[in-house]
């Protein structure tokens, strides 16, 4: 049962009811006087229901006033996907598809706690009578919300206190549009009532390529804010993009699904954060708080861009019988020079690089007043800090020369203005599971992939800042220009003091 808290508007949960099987089996014992045996959900188990949203309406057609018989208005129900309709019967589930998921709960078998569900009623999920679409509509929205029923309080609370040693929270949100709003106000209470506990948010992102330019330039104002506001609470903020123009050719997305653009950034998050919660014999297991000192170097670069490559574990351990032979075969899906990465990593300077050259990069495309994307510079973008998990066999070379003598490998790369690298190794391959969408090709029967992911603090984060200071300059008012504005130019300024782009060559 994970300890979360999910928020969506109403109609958002899809098939998805607050108490499901498992507890309404809890609740009828109880009322038998029994005792429920087990809390814990078995292995595969189905969460099919519907949800029955009613609305009461109750006037006079001649005095106009609330009186009158009750007429009641049903919503239609939401069934259960075929593939979750299926795990209640003996029959073999079918994979799920895109025509058949439509909700984020359709290829979801895990039992949430009831009070992990908690659907806002005051917006309806794709309403165009009333959208929840702007950033100070969710900033409303929490602040109503929260003083009338303390949301931390009746929410997250229950999860803080069955935590031993609580590493921190992560908030998952989108911040181009009135979520943004919503978890800027959420995020600053948590800071508020755990001021020590270290909060990460990743902040999911539309592309700016589609829809008029008004809702475009809504979206990218949003943005600007989210990140603003998240940044100065969040321990850490990593913007992801859900609209990735550069792919490699062993990746097959449609961009217009959110279960595929999701499971992208399932694997990339899912497989970075692993050193955290996993354990290996001998070995401390690093925390956030690690993952925070190998990137935020000067004190205030609290934002990192998040990449990642998916690789064949067999072409891997082929290559790994094969040191110091030149080999052309790609263990990736595709096709890339992942050769070249691998023989920097094993040789006797590896720990003087940084790895930024994966193939799938999620920090959202640099824009321009105009919110026309700008091409990507070709020029290597200065990195200061970074963390790399890899999960496969990538061989341990490098790395655990690196951990031998870790405070002397940080104060030589500090002095010599050389990034900071942390290397996290697992042997526990990405499996890809049955409701996985097919976004990687070449994947082998036993559907198990190696993962090389990485989050990077570099220079790449600034000129993303700066193309959404120009957007506010033109679409936020006066009263408030002047503080986004400069707020978004010290964040700025954090990725290139010390450093800049005509300084590398020089002797000094």
Not at 185 to 208: A, P
Request: a neutral charge; hydrophobic letters at 35%; proline letters at 5%.
């Amino acid at each position: 049962m994970p300890r979360t808290v999910i928020y969506d508007l109403k109609g958002g949960f899809g098939s998805l009811k607050r108490v499901n099987e498992l507890y309404e089996l809890e609740s009828e014992a109880q009322g038998r006087g029994g005792v429920c045996i087990s809390k814990c959900p078995r292995p595969i188990d189905t969460v099919r229901a519907y949800l029955n949203i009613r609305f009461l309406y109750a006037f006079d057609s001649t005095k106009k006033s609330r009186t009158g018989p009750t007429v009641i208005s049903t919503a239609p129900p939401i069934h259960p996907s075929p593939y979750l309709a299926s795990l209640s019967t003996d029959s073999i589930p079918p994979r799920p598809t895109i025509s058949t998921v439509k909700y984020w709960s359709d290829f979801s078998h895990l039992y949430y706690h009831p009070r992990s569900i908690v659907q806002l009623n005051d917006y309806s999920l794709g309403s165009s009578i009333q959208p929840f679409e702007n950033y100070t509509s969710g900033d409303e929205l929490f602040e109503s919300l929260d003083k009338e029923h303390d949301l931390l309080d009746r929410d997250l609370r229950l999860w803080v206190e069955e935590c031993d040693q609580m590493q921190g929270v992560q908030v998952f949100t989108g911040s181009d549009d009135a979520w943004g709003g919503f978890a800027s106000r959420y995020v600053e209470r948590l800071r508020d009532e755990y001021g020590k506990v270290g909060i990460w948010v990743w902040g999911l992102e539309g592309g700016l390529e589609e829809g008029r330019k008004n809702s475009r330039l809504r979206r990218a104002t949003n943005t600007a804010r989210a990140l603003h506001d998240l940044s100065t609470y969040a321990s850490y903020y990593v913007p992801v993009s859900i609209s990735l123009p550069h792919l490699p050719k062993y990746v097959s997305l449609n961009r217009l699904s959110a279960w595929h653009t999701s499971a992208l950034l399932a694997t990339a998050i899912e497989s970075v954060t692993l050193p955290c919660r996993s354990k290996r014999a001998g070995h401390r297991r690093p925390t956030f708080n690690d993952f925070e000192a190998a990137l935020n170097i000067n004190g205030n670069q609290r934002i990192s861009q998040l990449a990642f490559s998916v690789l064949d574990p067999q072409v891997l351990k082929d290559k790994l019988r094969q040191v110091g032979e030149p080999s052309h075969s790609d263990p990736r899906a595709g096709n890339s020079q992942y050769s070249h990465a691998l023989a920097r990593k094993d040789s006797p300077d590896a720990c003087d690089t940084a790895g930024t050259d994966l193939d799938v990069n999620l920090l959202p495309e640099v824009i321009d007043e105009t919110l026309v994307s700008l091409k990507r510079s070709e020029k290597a973008a200065h990195v200061f800090g970074q963390v790399e998990s890899l999960r496969g066999p990538f061989g341990a070379q490098g790395i655990e020369a690196q951990s031998e003598d870790d405070g002397y490998s940080r104060k030589r790369r500090r002095l010599h203005g050389m990034p900071l690298v942390e290397r996290f190794q697992s042997t526990l391959l990405f499996e890809i599971l049955d409701t996985f969408p097919e976004v990687f090709r070449g994947v082998s029967e036993s559907r198990l992939v190696a993962v090389h992911a990485a989050l990077t603090t570099s220079s790449s984060v600034a000129k993303r800042v700066k193309g959404l200071q120009r957007v506010v300059a033109r679409t936020v008012g006066l009263d408030e220009r002047e503080a986004l504005g400069n707020g978004l130019g010290e964040i700025a300024e954090a990725y290139e003091k010390g450093w800049s782009s005509g300084s590398d060559g020089d002797s000094d």
